[in-house]
């Protein structure tokens, strides 16, 4: 299993704080059944900045770590990206990772309260050079959450979007769940990650998040974001299962 989102780096965001931390993250991953990490630290979130060549360097002493300990872990570089106005500048200048080594896939966080206006020019301009930008948990950010269907122009214009994991299986409170689900149903995520940032905090619960998905929806559904996890490491096309406009029910009462 691939997980495509996680702070397990120590010491450089709010996931991890030492390599104690995440040595029994990657304990727990392992025991979740996961193969393969993308590490994916907080950049220009206003908090933190973890920069390309900071990134690779500190995956490679992570990895040296886990492979002295021969715990059978691939770890993989990249970033979780605020949106900002200097996204583009960023890469040119390369301090942006992205998830696959042709520079094609990038995970794009939003701020919690807000899509920004600049969005869909920014992703647009993404899109013109023949990359696709990844909005990261949009069951957690309140424009979204009010009504998933603004996803859908994202969608149309070739975004992908990524579930949070423990938002599926209710870590987050009884309405992220329900908007978690929804937006399962209707396809309008593709691909679901644990965004683990520890073991007694925020932990992994994507093969928790996996069963229960099967359980509500068929395993087709897994095995088709379990492929696009693929893809999205891999650099390569994804096949996207077409997505459906949520209703809103006119009577209530019927
Ligand atoms: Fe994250």
Do not use: W
């Not at 490679?60 to 200097?86: A, C, H, S, W, Y």
């Not at 094609?104 to 969005?119: C, S, W």
């Amino acid at each position: 299993m691939l997980d495509l989102h996680c702070h397990i780096l120590p010491g450089v965001d709010d996931g991890a704080e030492d390599l104690a931390a995440s040595l029994a993250m990657a304990e727990k991953a392992i025991s979740q059944g996961i193969t393969h990490i993308l590490c994916t630290p907080h950049h220009n979130n206003g908090k933190y900045v973890n920069p390309k060549s900071f990134v690779m360097e500190q995956v490679k002493n992570l990895q040296m770590e886990l492979d002295k300990r021969q715990l059978p872990l691939t770890l993989f570089e990249g970033q979780e990206v605020r949106i900002t106005g200097d996204v583009l500048e960023e890469i040119q200048q390369e301090r942006i990772l992205f998830t696959d080594i042709g520079n094609t896939y990038l995970l794009i966080e939003f701020p919690t309260m807000d899509v920004p206006a600049y969005t869909e020019q920014l992703f647009f301009d993404l899109r013109a050079r023949g990359q696709v930008p990844i909005i990261v948990h949009p069951e957690r950010n309140a424009k979204f959450r009010e009504d998933p269907n603004r996803l859908i122009p994202f969608l149309e214009m070739g975004c992908l979007a990524q579930l949070t994991a423990p938002s599926y299986v209710g870590i987050f409170g009884k309405s992220i769940q329900k908007t978690a689900k929804q937006m399962v149903k209707q396809r309008l995520v593709q691909m679901v990650a644990s965004d683990a940032h520890g073991v007694h905090k925020r932990n992994f619960y994507l093969k928790e998040a996996f069963e229960a998905m099967e359980n509500d929806f068929g395993s087709e559904y897994v095995q088709q974001m379990e492929q696009v996890a693929k893809d999205v490491i891999n650099g390569d096309a994804t096949e996207i299962p077409e997505y459906t406009e949520i209703r809103k029910k006119k009577f209530g009462l019927f």
